[in-house]
């Protein structure tokens, strides 16, 4: 096999393979670094040259014209050798450029060796990536929801964030998870959260972030279905009024509507409630009662 041939099969033996890209903010690197590594050391003759431990063979001199033909073939092996080397080392490069964004790239292509290139962008990967890890745990822990805000959009964005420490492989434990969950949550739900750490003590069973989460949306979706409900049901106060209302106006039209006129935002001193009299109260003690 000539030299041609030969580095063609070694070009077709090591093309790149398909990766997920690295985010701009570097937050999948853990996932990214272990792909890479692997697609890299899966093929032939790779590894040593990701580790650094291949050696560059020397450039050999070129032969005169009239050399013999021993010292031809010498030089060819030589060069083979060199082709071989570089394309290795290409691969790599190519392998890593493709899969890392522009600005991440012009930052780490000054580097000569494959080595030199990924040494370069772990380094810079994981400063930066530490620094994208602290915010990310402030954000989370600094999460609140406000009393009627919306609970379950309040955990979508908590379990968002933990899937963002999750990819840097930082992930809160489930026991600092479940902490931050309960203690981001509004006042309201503080008997909710008595009732679930009283099961967890009694069933001796730690409480866990699927778990607690499920127990949460159920009960913001029990509340929002009730709010909707008492909006559309009439409170005591307009149903009683529309009561007197209609009392008032049985002995003409005229009763009816200067009785409502009169009345219009006084408060009852009998039951407590506005746009009646006690006079006209049909509650306990009413002027009306009973009718």
């Known amino acids: 096999m000539g030299p041609a041939v030969q580095a063609m099969s070694l070009a077709n033996s090591i093309t790149v393979t398909t990766v997920p890209k690295l985010s701009e903010d570097l ?13 890299i050391e899966s093929k032939t003759g790779l590894s040593r040259h990701l580790a650094g431990t291949a ?11 009239d050399a013999k033909d021993d010292v031809l073939e010498k030089y060819d092996k030589a060069i083979e050798k060199v082709d071989e080397y570089n394309q290795r080392e290409a691969a790599i490069k190519q392998q890593i450029y493709s899969t890392i964004p522009d600005s991440i790239l012009n930052r780490i292509k000054g580097e000569t060796t494959a080595k030199e290139v990924w040494t370069a962008l772990c380094d810079l990967a994981e400063k930066r990536g530490k ?22 959009a309040h955990l979508d ?4 964030l933990q899937n963002e420490l999750i990819g840097m492989d930082a992930a809160l434990g489930d026991d600092d998870f479940v902490a931050v969950i309960l203690s981001s949550l509004p006042k309201s739900y503080e008997s909710i959260i008595s009732v679930m750490t009283a099961a967890s003590s009694l069933s001796s069973k730690p409480l866990t972030p699927s778990g607690i989460i499920q127990h949460l949306t159920q009960e ?32 003409g039209r005229g009763k009816g509507k200067k009785g409502n006129q009169s009345s219009s935002g006084k408060k009852c001193y009998n039951c407590g409630l506005t746009n009646h009299i006690a006079a ?10 009973g009718q």
């Open 157 to 160: 964005t908590l379990i968002a």
């Open 55 to 65: 050696r560059q063979p020397r450039e050999p001199e070129l032969p005169a014209e």
């Open 131 to 152: 620094m994208v890890e602290i915010d990310i745990r402030r954000r989370i822990h600094d999460s609140r929801c406000q009393e009627g805000g919306d609970v379950r």
């Open 280 to 289: 006209d109260c049909f509650r306990p003690g009413g002027g009306k009662e």
């Open 220 to 251: 913001h979706d029990r509340r929002s279905i009730q709010g909707r409900l008492e909006k559309k049901a009439p409170s005591d106060e307009t149903a009683l009024y529309s009561h007197g209302g209609g009392k008032q106006g049985k002995g």
């Open 27 to 39: 937050s999948n690197w853990p996932i990214y670094k272990d792909r890479v590594q692997t697609a």
